[in-house]
């Protein structure tokens, strides 16, 4: 991975050395409730597969979906299918939520194992993807600006509209921009797009053994102008042992940012495919090479890696001996092939290489049948997807040494199962299951240059949650007993970081290292207070610090002291909270009895 290491580095003009504590504030937070009158839809695991990445992304999942663009509303979805508005107008009058919009019967029909996820990438459009591999683009109207909440959602598309195939996936992120059309299009206006983040998982064998992987998906659609349809447009891939922890993208929709607790890597299909596609630029042989191939046609060789070299084993015909081979390498170009006893050579393998490489260093060998070649790397530590551009005649063996494996597989828990063992959730985890730290990194792809360009190691900061800051998702890491809200952006003459810290909320990494059961966590849009929710009753909110007329001081040193208040809300229901969104003066809580309404207001001082 040829990117940018870079250090996250706070603003100290954010950071406040005068704090001193929290102090509970008596004061009670008005507290509303509603009752839904549905039943909630929820996803439980399969019997069969209760694999690390599915059990913590599906118990920490949250229910209740916000909207960035309207603080008063949010949204769940019934066992129905239906997608229910909550809109608080005045909180003392809170009407029942109103359904907005039904998913086909595929939802019904068919068996889930991912629950429904709703995405705004504006104002005017909705993304829904129903947890069985279709999604929606919907029309919603302006929902900043409609008061009366009677407009109809329609549907703009609808169908297997993103990743490569129709495996249900959650949505992660979901942004709108416009670009300028491309010449070839003919029309002159902006290209309308909307980039879209998914995440599934991909179980795949490997030595008798289960592994399963997050794999992030990055698609585009696009369209011309509001008359014409909304089409598919290209498509990344980009795989990791763990579910990221944040995901977003740039205003421009060339950037997409990734934190993750393990290594993210951009998936070796999609390289292969924009190799073929440069190769066709080049010399225009390449796709016929490809569609001219068999479909299982038997390989003519095999071939592995490591961090430091290639090897490639390739079968001798009959008869042939060492002196039957013809063999050539340069720095960008391997010829093999065999000569017969007329003279004439079959050649396996001709063409251009992945990437230049130390040939110098480079070497071949026979041992019995078989005709080994050892390809030095010239870039260690790089990934092949493929040894010859074009070729797809060799079968890539895994080497067993570079192998993930995954924290619990299906072969595993069976035998756990049969020893009486019965996991339910995450409660079967502890600290020590997760992976470690060390390779916690917030990663930057730019698709101009398809590749990650920038990166930054936060194995000592431990991720808190992620928010929305004036209309950007970011994400909260903890820094000492603070925690520090990032904002991620393409990178300027002014800044150089991908990353920027835009806001703090004092001491909140000490206090939720002290709590053991928060589920939730949240902040409002303007960094005024932070949210810490449990899994039950229970609601924790941190004041930011708030000029009073008489700051406090330190008797010995005389400075002035910052003292911020807390407040608990204790909600009159024992049921497990599902959902938690946090607004600029609202909070809601989600149960499967009922939505309660939290009026956030500054404590008295």
């Known amino acids: 991975m040829d990117a940018k290491n870079i250090n996250l580095r706070p603003d100290w ?101 991912m629950p429904v996820t709703i995405s705004f990438p504006s104002a005017n459009l909705c993304l829904i993807s129903d947890g069985a591999g279709l999604v929606y683009l919907l029309d919603t109207g302006n929902r900043q600006t409609d008061t009366t909440q009677k407009t109809k959602w329609t549907i703009l598309l609808s169908g297997n509209i993103v990743g490569e195939n129709s495996e249900p996936s959650v949505l992660l992120c979901s942004r709108q921009h416009f670009e300028d059309a491309e010449p070839e299009s003919g029309d002159h206006g902006k290209k309308d797009v ?22 992030v998906e ?38 997409l940012f990734i934190g993750s607790h393990s290594p993210m890597k951009y998936a070796t299909d999609w390289e292969q495919q924009v190799l073929s596609e440069e190769m066709e630029i080049e010399n225009g042989e390449a796709a016929d090479k490809m569609d001219s191939a068999p479909e299982n046609s038997e ?53 251009k290489l992945f990437v230049e490489v130390d040939h110098e260093s480079s070497n071949w060998s026979v041992e019995g049948q078989t005709l080994t070649v050892t390809i030095s790397k010239e870039l260690e530590g790089q990934n092949w997807p493929i040894v010859i551009l074009g070729d797809t005649s060799g079968q890539m063996i895994p080497n067993n040494a570079d192998q993930d494996v995954d924290m619990e597989t299906k072969d595993e828990m069976a035998d756990l199962e049969a020893r009486g063992f019965q996991p339910t959730g995450l409660d079967h985890y502890e600290d020590c299951d997760d992976l470690p730290d060390a390779d916690s990194m917030l990663y930057m792809f730019d698709a101009t240059e398809n590749k990650f360009t920038y990166e930054a190691g936060i194995a000592s900061n431990q991720w808190l949650f992620n928010c929305y800051y004036n209309h950007k998702l970011c994400t909260v890491l903890r820094h000492d007993i603070d925690a520090l809200v990032w904002e991620s952006d393409t990178p300027s003459e002014s800044c150089s970081s991908p990353w920027k810290h835009v806001a703090t909320f004092n001491a909140l990494g000490y206090v939720r290292a002290s709590k053991e059961d928060v589920k939730y966590s949240g902040c409002s849009p303007n960094a005024s207070y932070s949210a810490l929710c449990e899994s039950s009753s229970r609601v924790f909110v941190y004041h930011s610090p708030t000029t009073t007329a008489a700051p406090l001081k330190n008797r010995k040193t005389g400075k002035s002291m910052h003292v911020s208040k807390q407040q608990v809300v204790s909600l009159p229901s024992n049921e497990p909270i599902l959902g938690f969104h946090a607004s600029s003066e609202l909070m809601f809580v989600l149960t499967g009895a009922k939505i309660f309404i939290i009026k956030v207001t500054a404590p008295d001082t």
């Open 13 to 113: 003009n954010l950071l406040d050395s005068t704090f001193e504590s929290y102090k509970l504030s008596l004061q009670q937070l008005p507290v509303y409730h509603v009752n839904p009158d549905c039943e909630l839809d929820t996803v439980t695991l399969a019997n069969d597969d209760f694999s690390y990445n599915r059990t913590k992304v599906l118990s920490l999942h949250n229910y209740l979906f916000g909207d960035p663009w309207n603080e008063k509303e949010c949204y769940f979805v019934d066992k129905a299918g239906h997608i229910k508005r909550l809109s608080v107008i005045v909180e003392a009058s809170i009407g029942q939520p109103r359904s907005v919009f039904q998913l086909g019967s595929h939802f019904l029909q068919t068996e889930r194992h």
């Open 194 to 215: 909307i980039d879209i983040l998914t995440l599934r998982f991909q179980d795949e064998k490997k030595d008798d053994a289960v592994i399963s992987q997050a794999v």
């Open 218 to 255: 990055w698609t585009w659609l696009f369209r011309y102008d509001e008359k014409s349809k909304f089409e598919i447009g290209e498509h990344r891939m980009f795989k990791g042992k763990q579910a990221p922890f944040y995901a977003t993208l740039g205003e421009s929709g060339k950037e």
């Open 299 to 351: 390989s003519l060789y095999k071939w592995t890696q490591t961090d430091e070299d290639v090897t490639v084993m390739i079968p001798m015909p009959e008869g042939a001996d060492k002196t039957s081979v013809v063999y050539g390498l340069s720095k960008s170009k391997l010829t093999v092939g065999f000569k017969d006893a007329t003279g004439k050579i079959s050649y396996v393998l001709d063409g």
